[in-house]
């Protein structure tokens, strides 16, 4: 297991700590790209769940630049994402100002300017315990096999901010108000009330009734190539019971293939920063 915390936090004083968690199983083509996009962002920690993978992820982390920011924790519980979350409730969540729960195919969007922090700086959010983020959901941009470079470059278009789909949320969390876990990885209990990105108060619904991408959003690379699809349905779902279950129907990535033709160049802008830090 990693150490999550390291000199940069001592110098870091009163100003808020960002962290992120997640579970994953053999995403290591897209591990170090989702932890620098999101450390370039803002996010400071990261606490990741290796829910048995195989394919030398978590080594992956260790051996590069961002293993003094990631805690890895060994999880090989099956239908793991949930208990996996409740660990972080109870262990880790009240260590931070701020937690994100997110997958590996999310990645936290600035609308504008280059950072999550100047947002949630703001008194927009002060009397909120949640935030709840939007998906905007990313189809394959015709790529059958799984191409070279960023995801961020590679996936461009969505589906419309008016598709239900982009109504889903993921949770952006006070630390020390986080309680439970919740029955769905969309919604994490909070002992106060939740807001949209707006700073306007929402129910904590898993699929809000309107649509609110402004200041922040989530971009989810849903899809990305048909050999990433063909992978993630073999694969299964972190919430699934069996990992042998087919978590989608097929016809989705069509659904999606054919109807996310919005082009959102908006994570790109990031790429040249981002293969720096890559690269560094």
Known sequence: MGDAGGPADAKRGTMDKIAACAIFKNEAPYLLEWLAFHKMVGVDLFVLYDNGSTDGGADLIRQSSFARNVTIVEWSHAAG??????????????????????????????????????????????????????????????????????????????????????????????????????????????????????????????EQPDACHDVMALNHYFTKSRDDWTFKLRRGKADAASPTTNPYPDNIYFDVERDANVEDLRAARFAPRLRALLRS
């Not at 100002?97 to 504008?112: G, H, K, M, R, T």
């Not at 949640?130 to 096999?145: D, K, N, S």
Request: contains cysteine; proline residues 6%.
């Open 81 to 206: 994402q949930m208990p996996a979350y409740q660990d972080f409730c109870d262990n880790h969540a009240a260590r931070f100002d701020w937690v994100a729960f997110i997958d590996l195919d999310e990645f936290i969007v600035p609308a504008s300017g280059s950072s999550i922090r100047d947002a949630l700086m703001r008194r927009l959010y002060a009397e909120f315990s949640a935030i709840v983020l939007q998906w905007l959901v990313f189809g394959p941009c015709g790529h059958q096999r799984r191409p070279e470079g960023l995801v961020i470059e590679n996936y461009t278009t969505r589906l419309p901010e008016g598709f239900p789909a982009s109504r889903h949320v993921k949770t952006l969390a006070r630390g020390r108000a986080v309680t439970t876990s919740g029955s769905t990885p969309h919604i994490i209990n909070v002992s106060g009330p939740t807001c949209n990105t707006r700073g306007e108060a929402v129910l904590s619904y898993a």
